[in-house]
T-cell receptor
Framework: GEDVEQSLFLSVREGDSSVINCTYTDSSSTYLYWYKQEPGAGLQLLTYIFSNMDMKQDQRLTVLLNKKDKHLSLRIADTQTGDSAIYFCAEARGNEKLTFGTGTRLTIIP | DVKVTQSSRYLVKRTGEKVFLECVQDMDHENMFWYRQDPGLGLRLIYFSYDVKMKEKGDIPEGYSVSREKKERFSLILESASTNQTSMYLC??????????FGPGTRLTVT
């Protein structure tokens, strides 16, 4: 299909790892992104991965890319209350327009 | 610090009114974008612009138009607002690098 797909909701206990999954559509996408949206705010780039990479780690964040299955995931280690937000994956297609997923609302359980 | 600003955080308009949403960026970016965000649908691209006076339709342009007279300013226009245009509107800008910067959003309610 044409859509970038994500689960709408995820709940995780504080201190556990969160894994947010995304299925994208275009095998020729050059960059894949994770954005974070806190309540009442715009989107902020969290991290990105170039399409020729399998994994990228940045402090508590780990991005995994499976090009064969067109699957992208974001792992947040030691999840904190400040990680509560909506997380969007996005792919850069063709002329570099970004196509966004539906967003996953991450809720932290104390 | 990079900055994308939008003219209003909250806006309430009546059906049939003409509505202007303004976006300004201070990074000298060539590319600017307007999205709308709705629960369960993510961000959908309305219009974008690669240069002054240039515009291209995104995925859902119906009922909207845009104006880019200066490089730093990209306006979204609702010619005759309807209730199904109640939404969060997000502006973004980007240079040729990978990062796209977003404004804080305008929550528009059409009654």
């Amino acid at each position: 299909g044409e859509d970038v797909e994500q689960s709408l909701f995820l709940s995780v206990r504080e201190g556990d790892s969160s894994v947010i999954n995304c299925t994208y559509t275009d095998s020729s996408s050059t960059y894949l992104y994770w954005y974070k949206q806190e309540p009442g705010a715009g989107l902020q780039l969290l991290t990105y991965i170039f399409s020729n990479m399998d994994m990228k780690q940045d402090q508590r964040l780990t991005v995994l890319l499976n090009k064969k299955d067109k699957h992208l995931s974001l792992r947040i280690a030691d999840t904190q209350t400040g990680d509560s937000a909506i997380y969007f994956c996005a792919e850069a297609r063709g002329n570099e327009k970004l196509t966004f997923g539906t967003g996953t609302r991450l809720t932290i359980i104390p | 610090d990079v900055k994308v600003t939008q003219s209003s955080r909250y806006l309430v308009k009546r059906t049939g009114e003409k509505v202007f949403l303004e976006c300004v960026q201070d990074m000298d970016h060539e590319n600017m974008f307007w999205y709308r965000q709705d629960p369960g649908l993510g961000l959908r691209l309305i219009y974008f612009s690669y240069d002054v006076k240039m515009k291209e339709k995104g995925d859902i342009p119906e009922g909207y138009s845009v104006s880019r007279e200066k490089k730093e300013r990209f306006s979204l226009i609702l010619e005759s607002a309807s209730t199904n245009q109640t939404s969060m509107y997000l502006c973004a800008s980007r240079e040729s690098s990978y990062e796209q910067y977003f404004g804080p959003g305008t929550r528009l309610t059409v009654t």
